[in-house]
């Protein structure tokens, strides 16, 4: 099929005797290797990297072709043979010769290899930016390197942040109070470097040592200072332990002092808590060792509380806010620990804050400080109220940024408007002006929100197209488009079916242009069928790599099974997730669907294991659903007797809150989930059925109110024949206010009723402005009827003065009364040209017809006009004017006037109906 799409006819024994040899443009005689090496020292671009294909051909059939090109053929393009046929290593060339083939090269193979083997951070960057848009396949070699970069170059700054930290908290506790926990802390501090500190440099590891040394040396120092005071100490504790077992034995109640005492004690252990919960958020320290002294202090006051529980009982209120503060302590700041490692601290996560994307942050903070404000009081630190300002200034960013849009949407929307019209008009140079300014406003717009604007901004850009092919119809420009998009294809990546379709179509386009023309035009054909050629050059590929792509789908096949095998051993069937068991089925098909295809023989053991894993987890999954299958037919039998109850509202709220139920309800089979709920929402259909039956009332008042609505409306459309519409305008005002005060309408009713009301609205209003047009134009009409009086009725000058003098003549018909002897004049065909051009000159000024008969003259006059530079914006005064200029035109005959007459009143009538209110 591709060779009868692309091969070459065969010429007839006649044609290649008397047709002469034309050479496609841009083809070279394969002379040399020699030869081809000179050309490509002076070509450039798609020519030069043609050649070099040429001469690779040439050196597949002879590899000693390449030793003789040592000295004709430049360095760079050598190296890039060189490296095509394997004959040096890549990493043997320097990082500029190889960003240099991998964006110059002359082949796919040559770029790519190239761009794996560079190493060097700022050539990545510049191979990248050079390679956009023009190799998706360097492009995304280059990014992925580039990427796996920049995360060793994290990881390993990760690593040390986190030795640094171990050291930084040595260091501290060096410096720290010597405590209980002090060795504890010692030992916590060491698993750390154990853990983080087994690849650092010499320098960290010597800054370790110091740290730990200091360490140990205090440690060491009160331990020898602790042994002498041991005895005496523990002896001392025994004997306030005994004495303190005697009181409380003795004494059954404390005296009051020594309540108040405790109590005051309690809550000075209180607003230590608080104190250090606002301290430690101020800080905002979430390293091991901060998160270790927390909960340290906060186990040290719980046991000082306990104890002066054991002197006198604390009261509800004080047990209440102490395990509130406790929980604050233990939850809120461990939270806060969490998100400000995550962030990098205060810094890292006010950013995160700034990011619009970020809703799941906002959500946390909002929670935590929810959580944290109440308890804190009025110990509040300045960093919650700066979290707080954040998120509150977060949330009026994310406000205006969505006024924004609605902005952009209005101009883009109003833009494209213009455009339409433009193109409505014909007119493609103000169209095309006007539709770059869209292309401006849509840059960097996200369209997947406005599918009615994307539609709007196709349909113009098509409409655009069409008015620029009417514009642009010769052959030549089509055939060299034609040209110039197969080339574009020949560097595209495109799949090999939609690549032959592409070239099929052109080919075709290619032959509707070309009837009629014979053989005229051949080196456009060549040219053309030179690059289709090329295009048609991946293609072939195409089984090779469907060959391979069943491999490699075949190794994905292989993953899934794997990854279903560890999940089915990973699952807890005495607490599952059916949710995500059955996410995970249907991702396993899903996947399992994707990867094809594939060779069914060497995928046929494959197949059965993904089967027998698939069917257990499946059938297992039916068994649990089966429990809640239970749970939902349960739900249903109660449903079913709520339609024994009389009070129906009360039925209808207790299916309400089952069908709450059923949404918190377990997952069950797709086929059962559907024949469950059908059930279900026939009986919660049954109720509320009887819940409608007692609308009957409400109905009833829909239907006067409906009544009520017709008979103001039959009054309405009576007065719009009104004859007196000035006078009739307060029943019309009064009718108006009674149907508007009327009450709910039936929605069936409603549109049509409505739609009736507005339309009564107005035509009455189109019957007063009317009425009020011809009240205000009545003096112009006078004029117009003297003037034509005037002309043909013989009346006498004392006749025609005294009705002058009876009309309100306006300012800029004055000047008629003055030339009324020249209409008295023999009839001169000029003045009947005059008046003809005259009315054109009218109806063009009001965008009235023209009979076509005028056609060709209204386009000369208007061409006349715009090259004149008339272009004006029309005012009632400018249409007065020139009907005062086509009155005051000089003799003409009856009939001509009177045919000219009625085209000027026309024109002028549809202009004042449309602009006089």
């Given at each position: ?37 000179d ?27 390449l ?20 004959k ?63 995360q ?6 990760a ?37 983080c ?51 409380l ?11 108040g ?30 998160i ?31 395990h ?24 890292g996560?006010?950013?995160?804050v ?8 906002m ?11 109440p ?30 849009e ?47 604007l ?97 491999e ?13 095998s ?30 094809s ?35 939902k ?21 207790e ?95 409603y ?32 004029i117009i ?30 000047g ?9 004049n ?26 076509a ?36 035109i ?23 109906s449309?602009?006089?209110?």
């Amino acid at each position: 099929m591709f060779q009868k799409l692309f091969g070459r006819k065969k010429a007839s024994a006649k044609q290649v005797a008397t047709s002469p040899v034309v050479k496609p443009a841009g083809t070279v005689v394969l002379t040399s290797p020699e030869q081809l090496a000179d050309d490509i020292k002076v070509a450039e671009g798609k020519r030069k990297h043609s050649l070099m294909m040429q001469l690779a051909k040439l050196i597949e059939n002879d590899e000693s072709v390449l030793n003789t090109l040592n000295i004709t053929l430049p360095e760079n393009e050598l190296l890039m043979l060189q490296l095509h046929f394997t004959k040096v290593e890549p990493q043997t060339l320097g990082s500029d010769t190889l960003q240099l083939i991998a964006c110059e090269g002359f082949n796919a193979s040559v770029r790519q290899v190239a761009a794996l083997n560079i190493n060097e951070e700022s050539v990545l960057v510049s191979v990248m930016q050079r390679v956009k848009a023009k190799d998706k396949t360097v492009y995304r070699i280059v990014k992925n390197k580039l990427e796996a970069l920049q995360q060793a170059a994290k990881a390993e700054q990760a690593l040390l942040d986190k030795q640094q930290a171990v050291i930084a908290a040595l260091e501290q506790l060096a410096k720290a109070s010597f405590d209980p926990m002090y060795e504890a802390k010692l030992r916590g501090l060491v698993d750390q470097w154990g853990q983080c500190g087994t690849h650092c440099s010499a320098q960290v590891q010597s800054q370790y040592e110091t740290a730990h040394n200091a360490v140990q040396a205090r440690l060491e120092e009160e331990k020898t200072k602790a042994e002498p005071e041991q005895h005496i100490s523990e002896e001392t504790t025994q004997a306030e332990l005994e004495s303190k077992n005697d009181h409380l034995q003795g004494n059954e109640r404390l005296p009051e002092a020594e309540e108040g005492e405790q109590s005051e004690q309690r809550q000075a252990i209180l607003n230590t808590l608080l104190e250090d919960l606002a301290g430690c958020i101020e800080d905002g320290d979430y390293t091991e060792q901060a998160i270790t002294q927390s909960q340290h202090f906060l186990t040290g006051l719980q046991h000082q509380w306990r104890e002066t529980e054991q002197v006198s009982t604390p009261t509800k209120a004080e047990n209440q806010a102490f395990h509130k503060a406790c929980t604050a302590y233990e939850v809120g700041l461990a939270k806060l620990q969490s998100l400000l490692a995550e962030h990098n601290g205060y810094e890292g996560l006010m950013a995160a804050v700034k990011e619009e994307s970020n809703k799941g942050l906002m959500s946390e903070l909002e929670h935590w400080v929810q959580d944290i404000e109440p308890v804190l009081g009025d110990k509040t630190p300045a960093m919650l109220a700066k979290i707080k300002q954040a998120l509150k200034d977060h949330e009026a960013t994310l406000a205006k940024h969505r006024q924004q849009e609605i902005d952009q949407v209005r101009a883009i929307r109003g833009q494209i408007r213009r455009c339409q019209s433009a193109i409505e008009e014909g007119s493609i140079r103000r169209a095309s002006g006007l539709y770059q300014g869209v292309e401006e406003k849509i840059a960097g717009f996200d369209f997947s929100h406005h599918a009615g604007l994307k539609k709007l901004l196709d349909e113009t850009t098509e409409a655009l197209e069409k008015l620029r092919d009417w514009q642009s119809y010769a052959v030549l420009p089509k055939k060299e488009a034609l040209i110039k998009k197969m080339g574009a294809l020949v560097q595209q990546s495109v799949p090999p079916e939609e690549r032959a379709q592409s070239i099929r179509d052109m080919q075709e386009e290619w032959k509707l242009l070309s009837r009629g023309l014979q053989n005229r035009q051949q080196d456009l054909w060549e040219s053309f069928h030179e690059l289709a050629q090329q295009a048609y050059e991946p293609c072939k590929e195409y089984y090779a790599e469907q060959r391979h792509l069943r491999e490699v789908n075949l190794e994905k096949r292989k993953e899934v099974v794997e990854q279903l095998s560890k999940y089915s051993a990973m699952i807890d069937w005495s607490s599952p997730d059916l949710k995500e068991i059955d996410r995970v089925l249907q991702a396993a098909r899903n996947d399992w669907r994707h990867y094809s295809p594939v060779d069914r023989a060497a995928s046929k053991n494959v197949q059965k294991q993904f089967d027998t894993l698939h069917q257990g987890l499946f059938n297992q999954l039916v068994k649990e659903q089966s429990v809640f299958k239970e749970q939902k037919q349960a739900i249903i039998e109660k449903a079913k007797s709520l339609l024994e109850l009389d009070d129906v509202k009360k039925a209808t709220g207790e299916a309400k809150k089952l069908q709450q139920e059923w949404k918190k309800a377990g997952v069950v089979s797709r086929k059962d989930e559907q024949k469950l709920w059908k059930e279900f929402r026939e009986v919660c259909d049954a109720l509320f059925a009887k819940r409608d039956e007692q609308s009957v009332q409400f109905k009833a008042e829909l239907e006067t109110n409906r009544e009520q609505a017709e008979a103001v409306l039959t009054s309405l459309e009576g007065l719009t024949h009104s004859e007196t519409p000035e006078a009739d305008q307060s029943v019309f005002e009064n009718l108006k206010s009674e149907y508007e005060q009327l009450g709910t309408l039936p929605k069936e009713h409603y549109p049509a009723l409505n739609k009736r009301f507005k339309a009564a609205c107005e035509a009455f209003n189109a019957v007063a402005n009317s009425a009020k047009r011809a009240s205000a134009d009545a003096h112009w009409q006078a004029i117009i009827k003297w003037v034509k009086a005037a002309r043909f009725d013989n009346l006498s000058a004392e006749t025609l003065a005294e009705q002058w003098q009876a009309i309100k003549v306006p300012s800029p018909a004055k000047g008629l009364f003055e030339v009324q002897n020249q209409w008295q004049n023999p009839v001169d065909e000029f003045n009947q040209a005059v008046m003809h051009e005259k009315t054109l000159d009218i109806e063009i000024l009001v965008g009235a017809e023209s009979p076509a008969e005028d056609a060709q003259m209204r386009m000369n006059l208007q061409v006349r006009k715009l090259s004149d530079g008339l272009g004006q914006q029309v005012t009632p005064a400018l249409v007065h004017q020139s009907v005062v200029e086509w009155l005051t035109i000089g003799s003409v005959d009856k009939g001509t006037y009177e045919q000219f007459e009625a085209r000027m009143l026309a024109a002028r009538n549809q202009y004042l109906s449309k602009n006089l209110k």
